[in-house]
């Protein structure tokens, strides 16, 4: 069966700057995705290429139609939502709706209205007059209303406060998500997605450095901490990271055998953060 997103060696230059190296990667249905990475790691750049909205070498196909000669197409099956809203400012909400319900053939205004119900979002107000949180609400409701089959958040809540953050993302898994659609989020607050993520990517310099399930994350990489004079002793095993907490010292290591390191002090499975802060060389 073809994965919902199929990328092979797909690269990008812009002028003597190559913001994706050859890149190769496939995200099946039913999948939660972040995609992590510093400033300037390729993770926009990416994304844009599988909406279409850039040329590329290389090979993508979303749902077997590749991006950028396909866009028109693909557009009924996908939905975007980036941290600068792109929704039009001086339409009025209604007129966003009118607008949809004209040129989508798989928009539900019945189901736009009555999650656009559930907010403070009144239909008569111009998009302009909206607070960003009222905007990245109304153009959820929009791509929740289109039943898309792939949803790409690019930093979607970036600037908003904590608890926006968490109704979100909760109304993403609530709404919207099932086993026969996929997401990708681009995000720096990677802790706030961590609990809901099934795989994560790491992009560093337009190469991914990691791309590997929760469960094998969990699996390959350990966080172990222990008193100062077993130090020497997990040294020899070669951890990636290493720093000292409350008199103790932390370290992070990979594909190693627990029952070796259970012995030596308290095994805890450590976050997606520490894993690319520790992957990234200090990085972050």
Known sequence: MEPLIHIRDVSKSYGSTQALK????????????GLVGPNGAGKTTLLRALTGSIDYHGHIRILGLEPRNRREKLVAFTGVIHDVAVLPPWMK???????????????????CEEFLATTAIEQGKKVKQLSKGMK????????MATDTRLLILDEPTHGL????????????????????KSIVISTHQVEEVEHILSDVIFIREGSVLLNITMDQLREEFVQLTVPAEKTDEVRSLG??????????????????DRATVE??????????????VALMGGEA
């Open 161 to 180: 406060d904590i608890l926006f953050r968490k109704r979100f993302y909760t109304t993403i898994l609530d709404e919207y998500f099932d086993g026969d």
């Open 239 to 256: 951890p990636l990271t290493e720093h000292e907490l409350f008199g103790r010292k932390v370290f992070l290591l990979r594909d190693v």
């Open 263 to 276: 012995p030596l002090g308290e095994v805890q499975v450590p976050s997606v953060s520490d894993v690319f």
């Open 93 to 111: 909400v209604r007129h966003v709706l009118d607008y949809m319900q004209g040129v989508h053939p798989r928009f539900n205004r019945q189901r």
């Open 136 to 143: 990245t609400q109304l153009h959820l409701a929009v791509v």
């Open 22 to 33: 050859a890149i190769s990667l496939d995200i099946p249905a039913g999948r939660i995705v």
